[in-house]
């Protein structure tokens, strides 16, 4: 894997290996960038945004963005295949949800950018005068983009398709651990031609590493970047000193809300999804559930037995619904919080442990998906963001109470609610303060609606015009006309 450079691919001397989490062996060598490198990318990318690229009016980026799109969709299992071996991730979940909303990036940016509008307002000013407001929008200028293993090129593309589609050029680092889909859309970038230096593509590690160097290169004009809140902290401190713009889309310990009167098997079969899909690393599950007293019990048995029919293992073996961790390394850590959970009193329903095949498996990271209940509010495997197939189910007895329960959390990102009551649904959501709340739903995503967290799980919005408005520069220009 290597670095794609103003329009080249480049190596390093320096590499380290891409390791399978399915069954640990090496999948590919990765080339980790050097300050040289790194320095090498802005540069391009600077050289790039001063040139015709800076200037193309939005229909041309628009163009360009479908034709990023339907390069990917040429190569559709390509990058399906690439997603799976990274990830150990369903084939099934990475051709309907991860590549699908790669190429969904591209085009909804692309349609946003050519059929957006702007803002005008006519003003009255003293003696009569008269004022025409209006507002256009410049590129920043070049974007650092760093991004995370668990959705890489979902989330990759997110940053990508708004920050070129509003004129901007690009220096992106994926996730060490899932390296291979960002070069193949480098390929893609490569092969429709896209103007040297307009996307670059840096591999390597976070800090102290490529990430960090991008973060403190003078030359980027904002950093947008979704992975863990403490990086996030790190990130902001980087930039401090020459007050970049940022956005970031970090980490949760998102809840689930069940009242008594939800359509039950929707409910169960929500949470079961809301807290075990790609093996819980999914910033949106829930690991907190919340279930009206009097459904309790029928619903943490209801969510047992539907979890045990979960079918663990090789993505490439006829009916796995569940694949491994992203690494050995994130399974030591949810590891460490089945340990916990245990000496702080928790109640394990089911799981708990790691799984064993008799086959090259037992050599991947797998975890068991695993319920809780009995653990108190305050409890660290209740209040710390675990990114495991877990959740701790608890007990509620009113409307007032399960709220302040879910917004007592440090972390502010999504979360569901289950009910039938229309009025109840509505004025929960409302007060629940997250930057997304789903109402007898989970992981619905319009690409034009908000999205993004309060609290430890981040600030700006990206997503339709929102995205729009973070890689974008705006300048009011005012004239007189009377
Ligand atoms: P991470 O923060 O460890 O790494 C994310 C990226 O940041 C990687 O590319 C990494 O190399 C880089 N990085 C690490 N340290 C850095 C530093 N000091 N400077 C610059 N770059 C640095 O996150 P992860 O483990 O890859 O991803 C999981 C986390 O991401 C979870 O917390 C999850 O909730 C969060 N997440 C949030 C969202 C969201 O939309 N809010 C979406 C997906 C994942």
């Known amino acids: 894997m290597r670095h794609f450079v103003d329009g080249a691919f480049v190596d390093s001397t320096e590499t380290f290996a891409n390791l399978s989490p399915i069954d640990g062996r090496e999948l590919s060598r990765v080339c980790e960038a050097d300050v040289a490198v790194v320095e090498n990318a802005v540069r391009a990318a600077k050289q790039a945004q001063k040139g015709p690229w800076g200037k193309l009016g939005a229909s041309e980026r628009a163009d360009w963005l479908h034709k990023i799109a339907d390069g990917i969709e040429a190569r559709f299992d390509d990058f399906v295949a690439a997603e799976v071996a990274d990830t150990g991730r369903p084939i099934n979940q990475a051709r309907t949800l991860d590549i699908a909303r790669g190429i969904a990036n591209f085009r909804t940016f692309a349609d946003l950018v050519r059929t957006s509008g702007g803002e005008f307002f006519e003003t009255s000013g003293a003696e009569g005068s008269e004022y025409i407001n209006y507002v256009t929008r410049k590129p920043l200028g070049v974007v650092g983009i760093i991004s995370p ?33 960002a070069t193949l859309l480098a390929e893609v970038m490569r092969d429709i031609n896209l103007p040297a230096g307009v996307f670059n593509l840096i591999h390597g590690h976070g800090a102290d590493a490529a990430g960090e160097w991008l973060t403190r290169n003078r030359d980027i004009d904002a950093i947008t970047f979704t992975g863990e809140s403490k990086t996030g902290s790190a990130i902001m401190k980087a930039v401090a000193d020459g007050v970049k713009n940022v956005s970031f889309e970090l980490g949760g310990k998102n809840a689930a809300v069940v009242f008594a009167d939800a359509d039950f098997d929707a409910a169960v079969d929500g949470v079961m999804r809301s807290s075990f899909t790609n093996a819980g690393q999914v910033c949106l599950c829930s690991e907190r559930v919340y279930v009206e ?19 663990l293992g090789s993505p490439y073996e006829e009916g796995t619904t569940t694949g491994p961790l992203i690494s050995k390394g994130h399974r030591d850590k949810v590891l460490s919080y089945f340990r916990l959970a245990v000496e702080e009193g928790a109640t394990v329903v089911t799981g708990g442990g790691v799984p064993t095949f008799g086959n090259a498996c037992d050599d991947g990271a797998f975890v068991q998906p695993t319920i809780w209940t009995g653990l108190a509010d305050t409890a660290r495997t209740v209040t710390e963001e675990i990114f495991g197939p877990v959740c701790h189910i608890a007990p509620f007895d009113g409307e007032d109470e399960v709220v302040e329960r879910v917004n007592n959390s440090a972390y502010g990102l999504a979360a569901s609610v289950w009910t039938s009551h229309l009025a109840r649904g509505h004025r929960v959501a409302r007060q629940i303060e997250t930057g997304i709340v789903w109402v007898n739903a989970w992981f619905v995503r319009d690409l034009r609606t908000p999205f993004g967290g309060a609290k430890l799980s981040g600030f700006g919005r990206e997503g339709g015009r929102h995205s729009m408005d973070f890689y974008s520069e705006l300048t009011n220009v005012c004239v007189k006309v009377i």
Do not use: D
């Open 149 to 181: 293993w668990n959705l890489p090129l979902l989330l990759f593309t997110w940053k990508v398709a708004p920050a070129l589609a509003m004129g901007n050029c690009v220096v992106a680092k994926p996730s060490e651990e899932t390296p291979t889909s």
């Open 293 to 311: 007293r009097p459904i309790f019990e029928r619903f943490v048995a209801a969510l047992k037995a539907k979890t045990e029919t979960l079918k």
